[in-house]
């Protein structure tokens, strides 16, 4: 074995070494938040068709993780740190499976580098530790590519059904992957008209067995999506979108300051962006990234090697299409739905950069991209590495550090996802009372009693209109709401029980100030709201319904403490019969 291989060999092991290192931090530490607790109450069923039940009974998303993160419970554990391993373990290996890629598909200079900037990439990392399915989507893209290179260029059987296989999987873990195997198969599909016309036939067939697997899935999925855009508030009101999101993807796919990460702003503005970071860390940790990464895709463009042609045209595609879709409403659209990409640029970005001849420029770059990245990592307040805690988690810390002893009789009620909060604190008996199904799911039955609505004036929209901004600017709560606590809780209780309200997630609270002047500007069922007051009108109901419920339970109950945990987003409330 000569040197320079050597080298490469000990400088690609390092690389996975510190890769993984970063991806594990302080993962002791880590809480699930709300989407990742959705997440495992899913996957946490006796057995896998629970878990099938589930997801096409009541969810939106695609089933294959569930079965996965299912299993993995059962193999491991339920334990926090046990089971963001599972992500952890997914993005770790696609560090070294995009290097082998790259020197395969490229050269070894390609997998190097593709091996610096995924490992130490801060949108990988901080998706490393959160227990959803983002982790897995790139190191599936990047296999998916692959196969499909192979075939564009020599059809193979064994090579189309590993690629239909790796599809097949992306279809069923990511919704929004048939978005991106569409554009593949369109993308394929031009650059072999344009230059390899007889693996057309064997193309098309390979193409249509996977999207007929997805076909039955596609009917259920359609189904489940109208419901949720005829709530009274759609789950799309929460995802602010506008073009601008072309530059926080920009931002957060190729530097190590995360922009946006939970949603899109409503504009970016660079200026901004300098004043909050300062100039200097703006030059080291935004525009030394986005210049290098972007000269590498420019780089890799104007060489007009056909592979990665057909890879950035793959990508830019997809974005824009994509960015379309979201534009008309049709889905939803952040930075980490569209993860699934960004390992495929780095691919692009990586093999650009490989065309450099001096490889002294290309070593003062790598060094530089590890170095920034570093010190952001460990010196930074806003590192990626940090990790926000979990309300879940902060109220049960909140609940056992006083002195009430929670017994089999008391209640717990939190409003917004409160059916997970068992995770943390399995004591008394959770209330199930869905604040967001009631606002986003049509056929949820306490909407007509929360609302005050009959049959009929759910039919009638303009109606429901009517009703939902009386409903919104009343002072009392609905009577039938009102009855439906006594009856199913507080009638139950016995002298000296307690429920406990948890308020939460205070982003959707409106303070009692603005309240009325919220309500009095926004008609809150108007089809003519823009995406901002979408928000604002979820804000106003939500607000509207835990304040409804709160003077509920003052009514019938006796308010007895108060624990203030505003600096971790928790206010708890107890209540004694």
Known sequence: MDKKKS????????????????????????????????????????????????VFSSDLHAPLFFVILHYWIKIFSSSDKILLMLPVAASAVSVPAGFFICKKLFNKKA???????????????????????????????????????????????????LLGFINFIIIYTFNIGIIFVAMQFITGLIFILYKNKRVLKNYLAGFICVFLLYAPYFVFQLKIYLAAKSGICSIFDMFHFDFCFIFTLLQDFFTPVLKNIGNNGYYYDIFSEIKNIGFFKFVIYIAFFLCMSLYGLYKGVITKNHKNLLLISWVVSSVFILMVLAYLQIIPLVVRYIIILH????????????????DKI??????????????????????????????????????????????KNDYILMPYMGRFFYKYFPQGNHIDFRLEDILCNSDYPLIKETFGLTDEQMKIKNKRNLELQNYATAQKPPETLEKYFVKNYISKMKKGDKLIFIENYLGYVIPDNTYTLWTNMINIDSKTLN???????????????????????????????????????????????
């Open 7 to 54: 080298l490469y060999i000990f400088a690609a092991g390092m690389i996975f070494l510190v890769a993984f290192i970063l991806r594990v931090y302080n993962i002791e530490f880590s809480r699930l938040w709300i989407d990742e607790l959705y997440c495992f109450d899913i996957a946490n069923k006796s057995n896998v068709f629970e878990v099938l039940k589930t």
């Open 343 to 358: 390992s495929l640029a780095l691919v692009g970005v990586s093999f650009g950069l490989s065309e450099i001849k001096n």
């Open 362 to 407: 290309l070593y003062i770059l790598m060094s530089c991209t590890i170095a920034f990245s570093l010190f952001n990592f460990f010196a930074d307040k806003n590192s990626p590495l940090l990790k926000d805690s979990s309300y879940h988690y902060d109220s049960a810390y909140i609940l056992k550090s006083t002195e009430e002893k929670i017994d």
């Open 111 to 161: 997998g190097i580098i593709f091996a610096v900037l995924m490992g130490f990439s801060a949108l990988e990392i901080f998706y490393a530790q959160e227990l959803k399915f983002y982790a897995i989507l790139p190191l599936l893209s990047i296999l998916s590519f692959l196969f499909f290179s192979k075939i564009t260029d020599k059809f193979n059987i064994k090579d189309s059904v």
């Open 531 to 577: 995406e901002k007051d979408k928000r604002f009108r979820y804000c106003i109901l939500y607000t509207k319904v835990f304040s409804d419920i709160y003077k509920i339970l003052s009514a019938n109950l006796t308010l007895t403490k108060i624990y203030d945990g505003s600096k971790m987003d928790t206010k708890i409330f107890i209540f004694e019969k």
